[in-house]
């Protein structure tokens, strides 16, 4: 049995009517025959986003293709774990602030792939290196309330996402609403993966556990996430930036995060308050779970400025 079967890309188990079986391709597929290519949307940790049309259907999608050996080398960590591919996992999501997959499966160069809803508007992240206050304007508080709304449901799914950051999360063209996009790094949330040694993800939204070899949880997600929120109200980071590899994680412990309310003294000060508590350094100081940083913020009038 080679790599690929182990990993769940061999054939359908029988009986398996999973929403996620359904949409597993059976069969490899030209990636170039099939689609073209019509712009680069963005590159992942493990993988390059574009957005092609699909010469079968006509349909303007989003198609991800994983760079086989980091994705090898990084599935790799999980031999003998039984840890769903990506596809799976994304398959499985069924959420109105998660993209859609439409499709997995394997390419002829024995690539994954994932065909997935096409959204035609701007990343988290260009908003916020752009600064555009403009299409932000009084939405960055309804921004966030679908935001954890996504990482909820995740979560009880029994997953944990790993890497949570603007780049993730994706808005539509009015920006009434965001998804968040990219299961490549994620692990179902069971002891055996969330023991030390885990050290992947992005580094400016990594919590401290990580990089410090400690075990790990859900709440890593919910420093990542607050870091994002941070981001998203304050186009700043909790800690002085200039180190984007590793090490910049290292100082998400040694050093206390910067109080948002100096960037921001109009801010709710429920609302920052709340965003303050996810980027603490020890996970026990941070909301329990996103469900409750969920319910406290759904408690924040939608009008408040943020």
């Known amino acids: 049995m080679g790599l690929l079967d182990k990993l769940g890309f061999g054939k ?10 359904r949409i597993k391709s059976s069969k490899r597929v030209d990636i ?19 957005a092609a049309r699909d010469r079968t259907t006509d349909q303007v999608v989003g198609l ?3 760079d086989f050996e980091k994705f090898s080398f990084f599935e790799s960590r999980f031999k003998g774990m039984n840890k769903p591919p990506e596809g799976e996992i994304a398959a499985g999501m069924d959420h109105p602030n998660i993209i859609e997959t439409l499709e997995y499966g394997l390419t ?11 959204i035609d508007g701007p990343g988290l992240n260009t ?18 309330k679908q935001m954890a709304a996504a990482l909820v449901y995740v979560h009880k799914q029994g997953y944990i996402h790993r890497d949570i950051c603007p780049r993730n999360f994706i808005c539509t063209s009015d920006m009434q609403k965001i998804k968040l996009i990219d299961f490549g790094l994620t692990v179902p949330a ?16 990594m919590a401290p556990e990580i990089v410090r070899r400690r075990p790990t949880d859900q709440r890593l997600d919910i420093f990542a996430f607050g870091v994002s929120c941070y981001q998203l109200l304050t186009f700043d980071f909790p800690w002085p930036g200039g180190e984007v590899s590793g090490l910049a994680a290292l100082n998400h412990d040694t050093s206390n995060p910067r109080d948002i309310f100096k960037y921001r003294p109009d801010l709710n ?9 996810c980027v603490q350094s020890n996970p026990a100081d941070r909301p329990p779970t996103m469900e409750a940083f969920a319910k406290t913020i759904n408690a924040i009038p939608s009008e408040t400025e943020a």
Do not use: H, W
């Open 12 to 21: 359908k188990k029988s009986g398996d009517d999973s929403k996620a079986a």
């Open 32 to 50: 170039e025959e099939r689609f073209e290519r019509l712009r680069t949307a963005v590159n992942g940790t493990m993988s390059k986003f574009y």
């Open 64 to 66: 991800k293709l994983c």
């Open 108 to 118: 002829n160069k024995k690539e994954p792939y994932l065909v997935m809803e096409f």
């Open 127 to 144: 908003l916020i290196q752009n600064k555009d206050v403009e299409r932000l304007g009084d939405r960055r508080l309804p921004l966030m």
């Open 190 to 205: 069971t002891e055996k993966f969330m023991q030390p040694g885990n050290r992947t993800g992005t580094p400016l939204y």
């Open 269 to 277: 000060r429920a609302l920052g308050g709340l965003i303050m508590q």
